[in-house]
């Protein structure tokens, strides 16, 4: 009953009503990812600016193996910095995990999961075009996003302004950061949205994008770890985001920024078709 007061508004009220619902319907999750992700910026800073942590890190370089000083030793040594300790917050597993978490959750239940549950006949029995509530739904997830990185950005920003001394070179550092992991998780997101349109159920989204996900988390461990594998660098998502190399300036945002756009429009427009041409009973 519930649901269907929820349609009812959605197609009596103005535009604004389905992204509100949306919002609601997710807004624990959201809030949730809000509050850790720019909590743990800001304490990652303060820990930082409050101890001397280059002999302790340093020591753990050296009584590493080979194998893992190759793979984190850029990551540990641009720790040392200020800066270095923020990018590495935003690429710690626990904040990518809850990003890919909402940006599913948000895909799989408003397509696969109304499927699912038979309200999408409901939804679409109004002169709502498909087109249309797709594209808003990709919007609003795109917000949503946006949103829980700006708390981030925000929580790093506030922890150096009160102990340390806020530069805007550190501010521009962090916002291209910010906009390489929003563009990240969109592109996450878009394809999750595409496998949704292909499902019925949403766990089935849940579980696909999961895998896809953490496969090319995993190969790009590997491949840092492991030359065998590394010709598969250029082809994986999070050879596009690699924050440490760009507060070094190893790394240009550019580089990333192309490969990822047409990635999300691809997968969108995917989404997109599929969805307007699926039997959804």
Avoid: C
């Avoid at 999408?120 to 002169?127: A, D, G, N, R």
């Avoid at 340390?164 to 997101?189: E, Q």
């Avoid at 760009?246 to 945002?253: A, M, N, Q, W």
């Amino acid at each position: 009953m519930k649901y269907l007061e929820h349609i009812i508004k959605i197609k009596t009220m103005n535009k604004p009503a389905y992204f509100y619902y949306i919002l609601k319907r997710h807004r624990g999750f959201i809030i949730f990812s809000m509050i850790f992700t720019a909590l743990m910026q800001f304490l990652l800073v303060k820990v930082f600016t409050g101890v001397d942590t280059k002999p302790f890190l340093e020591t753990v370089m050296n009584i590493m193996p080979e194998q893992f000083k190759t793979m984190m030793g850029n990551q540990f040594f641009s720790t040392l910095t200020i800066d270095g300790a923020a990018a590495f917050g935003f690429n710690h597993p626990i904040v990518l995990a809850i990003f890919i978490i909402l940006v599913i959750s948000v895909s799989a239940s408003n397509i696969a999961g109304e499927v699912e549950k038979g309200t999408m006949e409901l939804l679409l029995s109004f002169p709502v075009k498909r087109t249309s509530l797709i594209t808003k739904l990709w919007a609003i997830g795109i917000f949503i996003v946006f949103m829980v990185i700006l708390s981030a950005i925000l929580g790093s920003v506030f922890s150096v302004a009160i102990y340390d001394n806020l530069s805007i070179k550190f501010i521009i550092k962090i916002l291209k950061i910010g906009l390489n992991l929003w563009l990240l998780i969109v592109l996450i997101f878009s394809f999750s949205l595409m496998i949704s349109a292909f499902e019925r159920e949403g766990s089935k989204v849940v579980a696909k994008t999961a895998v896809v996900v953490m496969t090319f988390y995993f190969l790009d461990l590997l491949s840092t770890m492991w030359k065998a594998v590394s010709f598969t660098k250029p082809f994986n998502i999070f050879t596009y985001y690699q924050p440490q190399k760009l507060i070094s300036g190893e790394r240009s945002l550019l580089q990333n920024i192309p490969v990822l756009l047409i990635l999300i429009v691809v997968f969108f427009l995917i989404a997109r078709w599929q969805f307007n041409r699926r039997d959804i009973p």
